[in-house]
T-cell receptor, first 119, second 112 residues
Framework: DTGVSQDPRHKITKRGQNVTFRCDPI?????LYWYRQTLGQGPEFLTYFQNEAQLEKSRLLSDRFSAERPKGSFSTLEIQRTEQGDSAMYLC?????????????????FGPGTRLTVL | DAKTTQPPSMDCAEGRAANLPCNHS???????VYWYRQIHSQGPQYIIH???NNETNEMASLIITEDRKSSTLILPHATLRDTAVYYCIVRVAWGGSEKLVFGKGTKLTVNP
């Protein structure tokens, strides 16, 4: 178990540019999540995939944001025409969502995040 | 998902127990209580969760009141590495939204 990995760890871009982040979940996890976190706040949910299907999206995910998980493994989050307000930490998490002994185990395992700075 | 209320900050002496409270008075019968923590500049880390019985694992203990309207996360012997923001989250484990709804959490500082 190598954990959830994210790439890049840091990204600095100019306003108006497009950026793409990658997330590699824990290999046997079929659920994948994206969150955004700004300074002093808790993470905010953006979107969720079960295998390759995108099943839930937050209204925070404007039309400039798009996420994919084409083969049900890694995922990408793209932000087009970045704005200064997009500056944040973008977190990815994965989950096994299993039931064992009558107890639900769907804890989410988070990656280290990608810190985006839009100048 | 039910709303939770946590104190914004707490202090604890190293080696002592840290008791972090959480109020969730509107919790419904099928909602679990989850605790995560976030150490500075890292992603959140799952700690423990429970429905109505007290739970214990290698990291912490979770005490849920009988009416389930509040809970306490206990770190039995806090270390400096336990300094983090601790989030209490209430959510349905099955059939509901998959998202975690984070509040601002409790900033726990463990002092030497």
């Amino acid at each position: 178990d190598t954990g959830v990995s994210q790439d890049p760890r840091h990204k600095i871009t100019k306003r108006g540019q497009n950026v793409t982040f990658r997330c590699d979940p824990i290999s046997e996890h079929n659920r994948l999540y994206w969150y955004r976190q700004t300074l002093g706040q808790g993470p905010e949910f953006l979107t969720y995939f079960q295998n390759e299907a995108q099943l839930e999206k937050s209204r925070l995910l404007s039309d400039r944001f798009s996420a994919e998980r084409p083969k049900g493994s890694f995922s990408t989050l793209e932000i087009q025409r970045t704005e200064q307000g997009d500056s944040a930490m973008y977190l990815c998490a994965s989950s096994p969502h299993r039931l064992a002994g009558g107890r639900a185990y769907n804890e989410q395992f988070f990656g280290p995040g990608t810190r985006l700075t839009v100048l | 998902d039910a709303k939770t209320t946590q104190p914004p900050s707490m202090d604890c002496a190293e080696g002592r127990a840290a008791n972090l409270p959480c109020n969730h008075s509107t919790i419904s019968g099928n909602e679990y209580v989850y605790w995560y923590r976030q150490i500075h500049s890292q992603g959140p880390q799952y700690i423990i969760h429970g429905l109505k019985n007290n739970e214990t694992n290698e990291m912490a203990s979770l005490i849920i009141t009988e009416d389930r309207k509040s809970s306490t996360l206990i770190l039995p012997h806090a270390t400096l590495r336990d300094t983090a923001v601790y989030y209490c989250i209430v959510r349905v484990a099955w059939g509901g939204s998959e998202k975690l709804v984070f509040g601002k959490g409790t900033k726990l500082t463990v002092n030497p």
